[in-house]
């Protein structure tokens, strides 16, 4: 297993600083940028590991779509940045605390039992190119790839589903 | 820690040439845009700085660093202060990958001429360039004035409809060429026969999409929705004066820059000379007596002389464009995204796909 160098350790503690901003800042735009900055650091990360694909997957889709949608929704319905995070420790914080640390512990118990590493360093180099990511998709996790696939087309299936119907239901209470 | 090896020199003294290039080059297109629209007016534009006016961009900047700044006070300060750097950082970084021209023979060792390289830098490109989009977004909302806010959720939209048919567009592209380093496309395009195989003659109507997406993803006339002056006052830089407005200034023409480099190395062969190859080049060099080195240095000259060339051909029709046709209506604008360009830049992956797999004798 390679030694992380100085560079990862400050991209890690800024990816963590940023994400916590996301969870504990008041401003729900300050979240979504924060949450910005975080995608943006984790594709650093990729590229400090040589996956420069996958760096700039992550820019482009993450931070470059996905972020900017969050951040978008968040200015076209004007949230009001006091009433949004009122309850900060009720349910929702628990059960998600509990969620995370679950998480945590899963990849802790992974990583100190050894193999996971070592397997994902074996195939950096397939991990590294465009190609050998494609040929990953297309043989070893077809059935998974077309999953997903169907996952994001019934997903964009509801959304137009919500959509149309809120029009109607504004239509008819005019 | 580090060792200064010769292409790390390299890499230093490129980043020092096209830095200063881009950064100089955008007060000569300010200069040119004022100009071109005063010949297409039958204006005579600026004359009294210097000969000719030519020294107008100098007092220009002069004007922005001595203007007063204004913050607004119900702004939010740390975004409002962050926006203009994100406006300006995202294209510079880009042209880090931009291939300048060919191969260049110095310190005992061949270099390719750009500042960096990587095997995705087309990803690289369109990663870089769709942050571009968070500078308006924050200029906009920061702000905390309505015209701002309007001007950058028109933006955003926009820049987001048009990326999907930039990125298909893209797909087509990378599968005729077969991959995704800006230098290996570069490489295909160059001239083999009499004949140059050029982008825009194997995939014309990617080119034409690309072309229009270019002007709204740089929020240039027809599409300037973002700052129509005549609904929104400025858009989102309403509330922007100083050196702070400048910035946004330099950022979109340091992106239009950007954007005519693209589509030059992807659809007109790039730092290629037409109908010359770079081994002839610098055969024909070496032919006049100068040695490896020399002759190299100016194989890379004429090439960097012939894709300056083609950006300039682009950034004319940009400023020819900007002052020929009317602003478009924001429905007819997400009309032309939507319905228009996103099918047919569709169709034209479906066609590519089909195109080479034949051609590569339709076998998997």
């Not at chain 1, 998600?96 to 050894?114: D, E, P, Q, R, Y």
């Not at chain 2, 003294?13 to 290039?21: E, T």
């Not at chain 2, 042209?95 to 390289?117: C, D, K, M, N, T």
């Not at chain 2, 037409?274 to 006049?288: D, K, W």
Request: with cysteine.
């Amino acid at each position: 297993m390679m030694n992380p160098s100085l560079l990862q350790f400050i991209l890690a503690v800024l990816m963590i600083a940023s994400s916590l901003v996301v969870v504990f800042h008041k401003n729900p735009v300050a979240n979504a940028m924060a949450l910005m900055s975080t995608l943006f650091f984790s594709a650093f990360m990729y590229v400090s590991m040589q996956s420069y694909f996958i760096g700039a997957i992550q820019i482009l889709i993450y931070a470059g779509a996905v972020a900017v949608l969050f951040v978008f929704i968040v200015m076209l319905l004007d949230l009001d940045s006091d009433q949004s995070k009122e309850s900060y420790f009720g349910m929702p914080f628990v059960l998600s605390a509990i969620l995370a640390t679950a998480a945590f512990a899963f990849f802790s118990v992974l990583i100190l039992k050894g193999g996971l590493v070592e397997s994902i360093s074996q195939n950096s180099e397939a991990a590294m190119s465009a190609k050998g990511i494609s040929n990953h998709f297309v043989s070893k996790h077809m059935l998974a790839f077309q999953l997903t696939g169907f996952l994001i087309l019934s997903a964009i299936l509801g959304a137009v589903f919500f959509g149309r119907y809120q029009n109607k239901a504004l239509r008819g209470e005019k | 820690m580090f060792a200064l090896t010769p292409s790390l020199q390299f890499s230093l003294m490129m980043v020092v040439i096209v830095g200063g290039a881009l950064l100089s080059a955008v007060p000569i297109m300010v200069m040119l845009e004022r100009k071109g629209s005063a010949w297409m007016q039958r204006r005579v534009g600026p004359n009294r700085v210097g000969p000719f006016g030519m020294l107008q961009p100098l007092s220009d900047a002069l004007k922005f660093v001595f203007k007063e700044e204004n913050v607004p006070t119900a702004a939010n300060k740390f975004l409002f202060h962050l926006a203009p750097l994100l406006a300006v950082l995202p294209p510079i970084l880009a042209f880090s990958i931009i291939p300048i021209a060919g191969r260049v023979h110095l310190f005992g060792e061949w270099h390719p001429v750009q500042i960096s390289g990587m095997n995705v830098s087309i990803l690289f490109l369109l990663a870089i360039s769709s942050l571009h989009v968070f500078s308006v977004l924050i200029a906009g909302w920061s702000s905390n004035n309505k015209f701002s806010l309007m001007g950058a959720l028109r933006a955003s939209s926009q820049m987001i409809s048009y990326e999907i048919a930039i990125g298909l567009c893209l797909v087509s592209m990378v599968l005729t060429y077969e991959s995704l380093d800006l230098r290996e496309i570069v490489k295909f395009q160059e001239a083999g026969s009499a004949f140059p195989v050029w982008g825009f003659l194997m995939q014309p109507l990617a080119f034409l999409i690309m072309w229009i997406c270019a002007f709204a993803e740089t929020n240039r006339l027809p599409f300037d929705l973002p700052e129509g002056e005549t609904e929104l006052v400025a858009g989102y830089h309403t509330e922007y004066s100083g050196l702070k407005f400048a910035l946004f200034f330099l950022g979109e023409y340091a992106a239009m820059i950007l954007i005519s480099a693209f589509l030059s190395i992807l659809f007109l062969g790039g730092f290629n000379v037409p109908f010359v190859s770079e081994t002839t080049l610098l055969a024909s060099f070496q032919n006049l007596g100068f040695n490896l080195s020399i002759a190299s240095l100016f194989t890379s000259l004429a090439q960097t002389a012939a894709f300056v060339s083609k950006i300039l051909f682009f950034m004319l029709v940009f400023i020819w464009i900007r002052w020929t046709l009317p602003r478009f209506r924001y429905d007819q604008l997400m009309d032309l995204g939507w319905r228009v360009l996103l099918p047919l830049s569709v169709f034209n992956v479906i066609v590519t796909l089909l195109v080479t797999f034949f051609l590569r004798g339709g076998a998997l």
